[in-house]
T-cell receptor, first 114, second 114 residues
């Protein structure tokens, strides 16, 4: 069975500084991993997804994430935060070869300080 | 653009009332899902359907029922609404047979049960 843990419920960074949102997962099979973003009063938008071809995944709006199997982590990063990045971010795991169920983390709310 | 739509977008109802939330998609996807989102809990799966004749319970199906009227339509019903069903509800779709099981979300329905 798979699970996902987002290690911080809230993260605050200053505009222009790096962003790190942490995610750890467990999976019995080869996982698919995703990061979704939800802006206030909006639906969920896919930021990026992990493919087995590359451990460093680039997404939209300058975000990227690195799949580290040895650490069972898939942390989301961005070199320089922008005010428009203020949102809630969800890490998601799905077992490929398993039952295809999708498990969401509880979310990390990112605050950007001016 | 191929899309996922939800109606209504907002609904206020009273305890004991029956209510139906509807989801339609023009993506041609076989798989459809209903989630609820509560603050601090992320998204939790209520029901999912892999095709018109397939309905499966998710993590929190008690108090809910669904109907898959066609490939493009998936409705969620609350037979007798209660206040702790107040939440944001999302419909999502995904394409069968894809490796990554990426989901596409509707804009959400905000339900308040008084």
């Amino acid at each position: 069975a798979q699970s996902v843990t987002q290690l911080d419920s809230h993260v605050s960074v200053s505009e222009g500084t790096p962003v790190l949102l942490r995610c750890n997962y467990s999976s019995s099979y080869s996982p698919s991993l995703f990061w979704y973003v939800q802006h206030p009063n909006k639906g969920l938008q896919l930021l990026l997804k992990y493919t087995s071809a590359a451990t460093l995944v680039k997404g939209i709006n300058g975000f990227e994430a690195e799949f580290k199997k040895s650490e069972t982590s898939f942390h989301l990063t961005k070199p320089s935060a922008h005010m428009s990045d203020a949102a809630e971010y969800f890490c998601v795991v799905s077992d490929r070869g398993g039952d295809d169920k999708i498990i969401f983390g509880k979310g990390t709310r990112l605050h950007i300080l001016p | 653009d191929a899309d996922v739509t939800q109606t209504p977008r907002n609904r206020i109802t009273k305890t004991g009332k029956r209510i139906m939330l509807e989801c339609s998609q023009t993506k041609g996807h076989d798989r459809m899902y209903w989630y609820r989102q509560d603050p601090g809990l992320g998204l939790r799966l209520i029901y999912y359907s892999f095709d018109v004749k397939d309905i499966n319970k998710g993590e929190i199906s008690d108090g809910y029922s669904v109907s898959r009227q066609a490939q493009a339509k998936f409705s969620l019903s609350l037979e007798s609404a209660i206040p702790n069903q107040t939440a944001l509800y999302f419909c999502a779709t995904s394409a069968m047979g894809t490796v990554y099981n990426e989901q596409f979300f509707g804009p959400g329905t905000r339900l308040t049960v008084l």
